[in-house]
């Protein structure tokens, strides 16, 4: 594996997250632009809302299959190094979130990162649902949607990683998203929804 080829497959899984499927869909279904509209975020919650639950639901499994097409594309890229998820997982959530095709306008990354979560280490899942589900309707009351995504992967995804530690690249690949995914959230971090 070389430095090159490490470039070439952060690149490659850049690009393919960064597709900016929630303005296509939402164009598609004659909706208004999701980047200018509602939260402004071009992912499936806000498609949904500016156009139906259908266009919602594509917008999220097609994000959620980004990050999995950037991993399958690295891996060959990288000759099947165990570096090909971590390195693809957060290149592809840094592109929904910031992706060059509409001027860096995306969306949060949640499906393009909770798709690769999901996958390669499901069991991460148990402890990050449950702290989001006690903040999102105990802590807050539903007032506050980012602050409750930042404490889930803040409380979460450490303590998957010391109770139940993955294999190395799943660890890597955890570790990557988990600040990207929080930055992202931070801007949002007053929003009420």
């Known amino acids: 594996m070389t430095i090159l080829q490490v470039f070439l ?8 997250g960064a597709f900016p499927t929630g303005v296509i869909a ?7 632009d999701v980047r200018y509209s509602g939260s402004g975020h071009t992912g499936g919650t806000n498609a949904m809302r500016l156009t139906n ?46 992706p060059i095709y509409t001027r860096f306008h995306g969306g ?16 991460t899942l148990v402890f990050v649902i449950p702290v989001w589900a006690i903040c999102f309707f105990g802590i807050f009351k539903k007032a506050y949607s980012a602050r409750c995504v930042a404490f889930s992967l803040l409380i979460g995804i450490p303590l998957n990683l010391l109770l139940l530690p993955p294999e ?11 600040p990207v995914l929080f930055i992202r959230h931070l801007p949002e971090w007053n929003r009420r929804e």
Not at 9 to 16: D, N, P, S
Not at 26 to 32: C, Y
Not at 108 to 123: K, N
């Open 26 to 32: 939402t164009k598609f279904a004659g909706g208004p």
């Open 108 to 123: 949060m990354g949640l499906a393009t990162g909770g798709g690769l979560i999901f996958v390669t280490t499901p069991i």
């Open 53 to 98: 639950v259908w266009i919602g639901v594509v917008v999220v499994i097609i994000d959620g299959l980004k990050g999995l097409l950037a991993w399958g594309v690295a891996h060959i890229i990288l000759l099947g190094s165990p570096w090909a998820l971590p390195i693809a997982g957060a290149m592809a959530v840094v592109g929904h979130c910031w």
């Open 9 to 16: 497959a952060a690149l490659v899984a850049y690009l393919i």
């Open 168 to 178: 190395e690249s799943m660890r890597w690949l955890l570790i990557f998203i988990t």
